[in-house]
């Protein structure tokens, strides 16, 4: 994947691992991994992933961190908002989410457009932060509390 090289497998003993632990921490009381796949209703068809990772468990709520990915075929179809949509609605309805923090290449505008369409914030915008493709790139971070999706949902 052209912008998510860092999940990139490399064996598949690592794959295994990984594997391995995003099961073991379903049963969890404690679960940190959301993801599931996204797929086509009609053909099931597999469009992507999405979900998060809480990074923190505190007194007002879970901080996470979410991510996606959507296979290049199905790009501009529209799937990955109403999939972010969906997650959001769960995360912040039945998961005792707080915060959720995003983000994205700066050239990597459909993902931008994506968690714009949701509402996110942008909360920085880091110059030639993150080594990519053999050149450093601006990275864009992107959030929304809980508090600002309930008034989003307000205007609905």
């Not at 769960?90 to 995003?102: G, I, K, L, S």
Request: with cysteine; glycine share 6%.
């Amino acid at each position: 994947m052209y912008y998510l090289q860092d999940i990139q497998l490399y064996s598949v003993e690592e794959a295994r691992r990984d594997f391995a632990e995003v099961l073991s921490d379903m049963k969890s009381p404690e679960r940190k991994f959301y993801f599931c796949h996204m797929e086509l209703k009609d053909t099931h068809e597999q469009v992507g992933s999405i979900g998060y990772t809480v990074e923190a468990d505190t007194p007002v709520g879970k901080l996470v961190h979410l991510g996606y990915f959507t296979y290049p075929r199905h790009w501009g179809n529209g799937y990955t908002s109403e999939a972010l949509k969906k997650v959001l609605e769960y995360a912040f309805t039945q998961d005792n989410v707080y915060r959720v923090t995003t983000g994205c290449l700066a050239e990597n505008k459909g993902s931008e457009r994506v968690m714009q369409k949701n509402g996110l914030i942008k909360e920085a915008e880091h110059i030639d932060y993150e080594w990519h493709d053999g050149k450093m790139k601006t990275r864009l971070e992107y959030r929304l509390s809980k508090h600002e999706w309930e008034q989003l949902q307000k205007t609905l």
